[in-house]
Nanobody, 124 residues
């Protein structure tokens, strides 16, 4: 069982930056690949970024590539999402998720554990 708690969301102007954190409980954090997803009002939840168990391999949605960076610290049981050059279209609730999959996965159905989400609002 893995419990996830996101933090770091807020209101920021376009072009600004935010860093999201996701703290995981349990001793199995390093056994899970981690992902960030987001959901805007009236839209489906979409993949943003993922990181492998070791943190060596990362993958990004095209919409955030070059602006967002996912990383993890297995000693702290935490995964991060550094978001730079934010745009109004990045406004959404951001969720972190964990999967026992050995590789990078992008589909929500493959993630077993989810946080409660943190709101990110980017003003124009």
């Amino acid at each position: 069982q893995v419990q996830l708690v996101e933090s770091g969301g807020g209101l920021v102007q376009a072009g600004g930056s935010l860093r999201l954190s996701c703290a995981a409980s349990g001793r199995t954090f390093s056994s899970n690949a981690m992902g960030w997803f987001r959901q805007a009002p009236g839209k489906e939840r979409e993949f943003v970024a993922a990181v492998s168990r070791s943190g060596v391999i990362t993958y990004y949605a095209d919409s955030v590539k070059g602006r967002f960076t996912i990383s993890r610290d297995n000693a702290k049981n935490t995964v991060y999402l550094q978001m730079n050059s934010l745009k109004p279209e990045d406004t959404a609730v951001y969720y972190c998720a964990a999967t026992p999959s050995p590789g990078i996965v992008r589909r929500t159905i493959e993630y077993d554990y989810w946080g409660q989400g943190t709101q990110v609002t980017v003003s124009s």
